[in-house]
């Protein structure tokens, strides 16, 4: 079965969310192919894990100060700031062979087709095997690395997280170009300064970025390029590059307007 391939540039947190929403309810219906989606983030968003408590775990004060839209995600984890980085959503029917299997087995298929775009960048990067939780972490998801989540030299470089809904695989992740640490622990609530500073000095060891490993920072095009070779390759799929269709577009704005810009949502928990 031949995939949809779509580049959606920069574009606002609400909408991104919104899109890989109205992406999956449309696979659901078998109204569109498996869709491979590329995106960033234009203004800077903060994704919060569906569980996670905004008013316990997030400064919004210091998010509206620093033009940080704050968005709730569909899918699980941990905080994530979105700026400087490829976001890529992979969203396909959860018995087709590029995802099936337990959550653990198509993050596994899924990290091929990231192992293979970073490859295709001259990184090396190895499959984490999962962090015992022996040690205090932030509310940040690159605070640690989840089972299959992908590492250089231990570091986190792409987080992941994935949702199952109406028959269908949502996994969406963040390939870290650039990461502004500071901004990042700005956002977040701490129970004192001190464990601030504490688990700021830890992320320091456990996140890694492209840009940091190659000494330089790819195009955004560089790495669409990568990547959709990545996961051609390394999940055996054909891309076929596609656009989002008008009803789509529709249910999406719809989501947008109804869900992720509202409070009800995003203050969920």
């Known amino acids: 079965m031949q995939w949809r391939l779509i580049d959606s540039g920069s574009m606002d947190p609400y909408w991104n969310m919104a899109v890989d929403e109205a992406i999956l309810e449309a696979v659901a219906a078998g109204q569109v192919p498996p869709t491979l989606r590329f995106y960033a983030w234009q203004p800077p968003g903060l994704s919060l894990g569906y569980f996670q408590r905004l008013q316990q775990e997030v400064d919004l004060v210091a998010c509206q100060r620093l033009g940080v839209k704050v968005v709730r995600r569909l899918t699980g984890g941990r905080a994530v700031l979105h700026e400087h980085e490829l976001t890529y959503s992979l969203i396909a029917p959860q018995d087709h062979p590029a995802v099936s299997g337990s959550v653990l087995e198509s993050y596994l298929k899924i990290s091929r087709g990231l192992l293979t775009g970073l490859k295709n960048l001259g990184i090396d990067a190895c499959l984490a095997e999962g962090k015992s939780g022996t040690e205090p972490a932030s509310s940040a998801c690159f605070d640690a690395p989840s089972r299959y989540e992908l590492t250089v030299e231990g570091k986190k470089l792409v987080g992941s997280a994935q949702t199952r809904k109406q028959g269908v695989v949502l996994q969406h992740g963040s390939i870290l170009v650039r990461l502004e640490t500071e901004k990042l622990f700005a956002c977040l609530r701490f129970p004192s300064e001190e464990m601030r500073r504490r688990l700021l000095s830890n992320f320091h060891q456990r996140a890694i970025t492209i840009g940091a490993i190659l000494g330089r920072e790819p195009e955004y095009e560089e790495l669409v390029t990568a990547f959709t070779a990545g996961f051609s390759q390394g999940l055996g ?4 590059t596609g656009l989002l269709t008008e009803q789509e577009k529709a249910q999406a704005a719809m989501l947008v ?11 969920l928990r």
């Open 257 to 267: 307007a109804e869900k992720y810009s509202q409070e009800s949502w995003n203050n």
């Open 237 to 240: 799929i054909e891309l076929q």
